[in-house]
């Protein structure tokens, strides 16, 4: 079985690249590298910004921040690059970078450069007919897609060179607070059950629990997998917010994106892939297979999930604030306050219910 690999398309208007000047540097910054050099925009994501450079016969990948970004530390290209410099070395799917750059005279910005890794990548709901028609297939590639969510999270982050990435005490209550304030700077409009979900959190604060890398954007259309074999993940993408933190912090933010076809109407409209097609699992049986991969204790994993949903939404308004003040025309943004609202409401009737 072989299907289409994800596939750049012509660059968004207002997000396009100096290319005279991101060939010269490249030339004499990748031994061995020839031109010419032509530019496509990967159209998928909402945060960093993803191109497919070609320059001679090579094939790599350009990650910069968004344009009219107002968040810097939520884009740092310079930690990304050092995740991905010690992590492609112990965690396979990891892309080996192969450049970073400072000098703002060549794009505008910070970014840096990867090999390019093929394959496939599933978008919102859409599916291959290969999954939609095979249910089995669909279980064993929701098996792969947690158990690498486990691996990566039992890995000896600081054997690999990342024990000072980040401070795990104290981290929750830093992501509750933080996550919080990120969303007052950022608020156009008022959500009461956003606000209220805020307010849930950090009168419900858990002690510290374990310490781990930690992706904290851990979804489907994250991940590439291979043409040949859909339950085989050969790449994880979009390191940005990796860091040393809670490990169910990190599953309660992939249970954030995780729709189920039960779920009511509002809360399928929010998609990051194909999660309710036959064979899906479950959130709970997501959670169930994660203990039994990793041996932590997920008691507290709703605490987790509507933490996962409340942060979502604060980045959803975070880039629904920057098309608001007109930063950005990319209208695949303008009306993600409504998704923002729906995700405040669904927090609301986890916390209520109790259940995932």
């Known amino acids: ?79 990304e690059y050092r995740v991905l410099s010690r992590l492609c070395e112990v965690y396979p799917p990891a892309p080996r970078p192969l450049v970073f750059c400072q000098d703002h005279d060549v794009i505008g910005d910070d970014f840096y450069v990867m090999e390019r890794r093929k394959g496939v990548i599933l978008r919102q709901s859409n599916a291959p ?44 209550e830093r992501q509750v607070t933080g996550w919080a304030r990120r969303y007052e700077k950022s608020r156009t409009d008022h959500y009461a059950d956003v606000e209220r979900l805020s307010t849930w959190l950090v009168e419900n604060l858990p002690g510290d629990g374990g310490a781990v890398l930690v992706h904290n954007d851990y979804k489907y259309d994250n991940l590439v997998l291979a043409p040949n074999d859909l339950t085989r993940i050969d790449a994880v993408l979009d390191w940005e917010m990796a860091t040393i933190g809670d490990p169910l912090s990190d599953l309660g933010t992939t249970l954030a994106y995780w729709t189920e076809a039960s779920d009511p109407p ?65 209208e695949r943004f303008a009306h993600l306050n409504e998704t923002v609202a729906s995700l405040g409401t669904r927090g609301m009737d986890v916390v209520n219910s109790g259940t995932l």
């Open 266 to 330: 509002l809360s399928r409209m929010i998609n990051f892939g194909p999660t309710t097609i036959p064979g899906s699992f479950t959130r709970r049986e997501l959670v169930d297979r994660y203990a039994d991969r990793t041996g932590l204790d997920v008691s507290n994993i709703q605490y987790f999930y509507v933490f996962g949903l409340f942060k979502l939404a604060v980045i959803l308004q975070q880039i629904y604030a920057r098309y608001h003040h007109g930063h950005t025309q990319d």
């Open 129 to 172: 007919s290969e999954l939609t028609n095979n249910p089995d297939l669909v279980h064993r590639l929701c098996e792969s897609f947690i158990d690498n969510l486990a691996d990566l999270h039992l890995l000896d982050y600081t054997a690999a060179g990342l024990g000072d990435l980040g401070k795990p005490v104290g981290y929750v």
């Open 1 to 79: 079985m072989t299907i289409s690999i994800d596939q750049p398309r012509v660059i968004r208007k207002g997000e396009e690249l100096d290319t005279a000047a991101l060939e010269n540097y490249l030339l004499a910054e990748l031994p061995g590298a020839s031109g010419p050099l032509s530019v496509e925009q990967f159209p998928s994501g909402f945060s960093n910004l993803t191109y497919l450079i070609r320059l001679g016969d090579q094939e790599l990948v350009l990650r910069r921040p968004p344009f009219g970004n107002q968040v810097k530390s939520a884009h740092d290209m310079s930690r």
